[in-house]
């Protein structure tokens, strides 16, 4: 089956500092990939579509230069949280699909899980 | 507007007993509908879909779940449950016209020994 890796699977960063997270499918290609964060026993909250070779649509209240999302390869979605601070601790979901399945399936990564100290 | 909605919160059940989690959803047109199980700390782990057809989809781990056009469901159950089923479960649907998914609130299943 289709699989898609994120890395790291937990960091801790300073406040104040940029962390990069990276979303790839390993066996498909995906235009579009999704970026969601989770607080605790919660859903999913969709932050923004990451779109390969375009520039990516956020959710509304999502702050566009905090997160910042390049989509720049078929397989590759990076998700910077830049100057981050304690209130964006959070576990960081990614998820693609394959541009070839029309059934509208996601696939979804491990997650990450950022603190902020 | 359209949803999906879990009514309920947590859904406790003994080990070997059946389980049924609910999801109910509004949306336009024809559903393409979603399960999902997320383990602690991991992500979403695919577990079944309907996108037309049969209406008893039948997935991975002995899950299946049954649409219902006529009450807009699309329950997940199983019929033996394990201690290993306990976890967070998502019934999911693509918004129409894109690709974005429209999550229920989450279902916490504990299957207890």
């Known amino acids: 089956g289709a699989v898609v890796s994120q890395h790291p699977s937990r960091v801790i960063c300073k406040s104040g500092t940029s962390v990069k997270i990276e979303c790839r499918s390993l066996?498909?290609?995906?235009?579009?990939m999704f970026w969601y964060r989770q607080f605790p026993k919660q859903s999913l909250m969709l932050m923004a579509t990451?779109?390969?070779?375009?520039?990516?649509?956020?959710e509304q209240g999502v702050e566009k230069d905090k997160f910042l999302i390049n989509h720049a390869s078929l397989t590759l979605s990076t998700l910077t949280v830049t100057s981050a601070h304690p209130e964006d601790s959070s576990f960081y979901i990614c998820s693609a699909r394959d541009e070839f399945d029309s059934s509208y399936e996601q696939y979804f990564g491990p997650g990450t899980r950022l603190t902020v100290t | 507007a359209q949803s999906v909605a879990q009514p309920e919160d947590q859904v406790n059940v003994a080990e070997g007993n059946p389980l049924t989690v609910k999801c109910t959803y509004s949306v336009s047109g024809n559903p393409y509908l979603f399960w999902y199980v997320q383990y602690p700390n991991r992500g979403l782990q695919f577990l079944l879909k309907y996108i037309t057809g049969d209406n008893l989809v039948k997935g991975s781990y002995g899950f299946e779940a049954e649409f219902n056009k006529s009450q807009t469901s699309f329950h997940l159950k199983k019929p033996s449950a394990l201690v290993s089923d306990s976890a967070l479960y998502f019934c999911?649907?693509?918004?129409?016209?894109?690709?974005?998914?429209?999550f229920g609130t989450g279902t916490r299943l504990k299957v207890l020994a």
């Open positions: 990451s779109n390969e070779g375009s520039k990516a649509t956020y």
């Open positions: 066996d498909f290609q995906a235009t579009t």
């Open positions: 999911a649907a693509p918004t129409p016209g894109t690709y974005k998914y429209i």
